[in-house]
């Protein structure tokens, strides 16, 4: 296998390599705030997984820092009809073994998604629109939809294009995630090629001299998981990485004011918001007679109403972060110019709570991880506060993001906090997502761990993910996520502001997504 013999080989052999075919031999060490848990790009729709992911492999299209639209394996894109998308595909293109790129490539990347076990948030959100892909030639894909499909490029540019036959197997997804994993199959036609990865030190990424983008900027990438905040700043001040994630609230001033080291910061698509089981029985509720509170709309707006969100946003985010009335800021499309974040009132809450019946309140767990998102065990525990400050009590059990997640999935909280990025820079991708009833077949629900069901929503996000009209369908979505807001779905927090740390002498664009690109970090 390619990842293989990567993997044998050395550091100085990878630079004396990139010498030889005139790629930059240049080594960025790059600080992540967590460990991805899957190389399988098809797994875990998760920012960490899918920053690696884009980086090894590309899509058919792909975002710019502000989410555009634009060509990657895929040249042009055109509907032919209110139901069948052609796609002209780039020739020329080569994995990194050095076989061709062709449209079938792309059939099997398409169907794989359904086909991966265990997927905790799955790609089927961006593949189930299709219910047929076409091979008409070598260059040529036909996407059939069973209703119109205005968004499926947005979709597209989110499902990375593997190799069928380097990824064939003996199992229906080809590949397995476990052997992916391990460097097997793991062959894509991106800027880097996969060289070794050890879970919690580092993974190693070379140059693929022959990407049909130009030669990458590196020779050698290596990313280092730091999840502890003190740790990842001092490694960049130190110089031993040359960039981190998401640099703490608390140390931004002093970074601003190091003549060693540059900002760069935009407002992101990730929403931070509070899930909330909505089904009985619910785990995290000790004392209230089997019963869920918060089945109870007057229970969940008193919660919001609780609070504080400008304290939040600017105490423990330290302006990291604006507080959030929707479910992405505006103006991304779909957004609502008059969306408002719920107004701190917690003698209103207090109300609420006593008319829904619960005068003294109830217990709760509030699950968080500790290093997933900006400071996120403390907003955790800030909420906490307020909670129990309108009579419910609340425990925090914030631990690292993996257990976090597993717990979360297997329905051990009754409220967590969560983040959720928008990966197509639209309104329907959260309320897919995140709200909507889970349903497989449609990739409905793919995240939804409220157990929240409303069929009337459901109904009015699948007219407008339909609708060819891009005024009707924006008006919509803005109706859907008032709707679900209306009936407190979820929480919302905030909008976090995501910020990138580098070393005086290297550059990158802030993203909108968070993702952390090796190949657009450059040299001054």
């Known amino acids: 296998m390619m990842s293989l013999d990567w993997r044998q080989l050395t550091a100085a052999a990878i630079l004396a390599a990139g010498v030889a075919t005139g790629v930059q031999a240049q080594e960025l060490r790059i600080g992540l705030s967590t460990d991805l848990n899957s190389l399988d790009p098809h797994y875990f729709n998760l920012t960490v997984n899918n920053q690696i992911a884009y980086t090894i492999f590309n899509t058919l299209i792909q975002q710019d820092e502000t989410q555009q639209l634009t060509p990657s394996l895929a040249e042009s894109w055109r509907a032919i009809n209110e139901t069948t998308w052609e796609f002209k595909l780039r020739r020329g293109v080569k994995f990194h073994d050095g076989s061709p790129f062709t449209a079938a490539d792309v059939v099997f990347s398409m169907a794989r998604p359904a086909k991966v076990p265990n997927s905790p948030s799955p790609f089927t959100l961006f593949t189930r629109t299709a219910s047929e892909v076409k091979a008409i030639d070598d260059f040529t894909v036909h996407f059939i939809t069973k209703v119109p499909t205005p968004l499926l490029p947005n979709d597209l540019s989110r499902v990375a294009i593997m190799s069928a036959k380097a990824a064939k197997a003996d199992v229906a997804e080809g590949m397995t995630t476990e052997a992916l994993n391990h460097g097997q199959g793991l062959v894509g036609t991106g800027p880097y090629k996969f060289a070794e990865w050890t879970r919690g030190n580092r993974l190693v990424l070379v140059a693929n001299p022959d990407y049909w983008g130009g030669k990458p900027k590196w020779q050698q990438v290596i990313y280092r998981p730091m999840s502890n905040d003190a740790a990842r700043v001092a490694a960049l001040l130190a110089g031993d990485v040359d960039m981190i994630e998401n640099p703490p609230p608390a140390d931004m001033k002093k970074l601003r004011d190091n003549p060693n080291v540059k900002i760069s910061d935009t407002v992101s698509n990730r929403l931070i918001y509070i899930s909330l089981d909505q089904s009985e029985p619910t785990a995290g509720i000790p004392d209230a007679d089997g019963k869920n509170p918060l089945k109870d709309v007057r229970v969940r707006k008193a919660l919001s109403m609780a609070i504080n969100r400008d304290a939040i946003t600017s105490r423990i985010m330290e302006g990291l972060g604006t507080p959030a009335g929707d479910f992405l800021p505006s103006p991304m499309f779909g957004t609502r110019k008059d969306a408002k974040p719920e107004t701190y009132n917690p003698d209103a809450a207090k109300k609420l709570l006593a008319d829904a019946g619960y005068p003294n309140g109830f217990s709760i767990t509030l699950g968080s991880p500790n290093n997933r ?73 793919a995240a939804n761990k409220t157990r929240y069901s409303n069929p009337k929503l459901d109904a009015i996000i699948e007219q407008a993910i339909t609708t060819v009209d891009n005024a009707k369908r924006e008006a919509l979505l803005q109706q859907s996520s008032k709707m679900a807001l209306d009936d407190q779905a979820l929480i919302p927090l905030h909008t976090e502001v995501t910020s990138w740390g580098l070393r005086k002498g290297f550059s990158y664009k802030a993203r909108a997504d968070q993702y952390t690109l090796a190949n657009g970090v450059s040299k001054d």
């Open 373 to 445: 998102y900006i400071n996120d065990a403390e907003v955790a525990q800030a909420v906490a506060s307020q909670w129990t400050r309108i009579g419910v009590k609340t425990k925090v059990e914030a631990v690292n993001a993996t257990v976090f997640f597993k717990n979360r999935d297997q329905y051990k909280y009754s409220a967590g906090l969560v983040g959720w990025a928008a990966g197509t820079g639209e309104m329907s991708n959260p309320l897919r997502s995140i709200v909507a009833t889970m349903n497989r077949d449609k990739g409905f629900g």
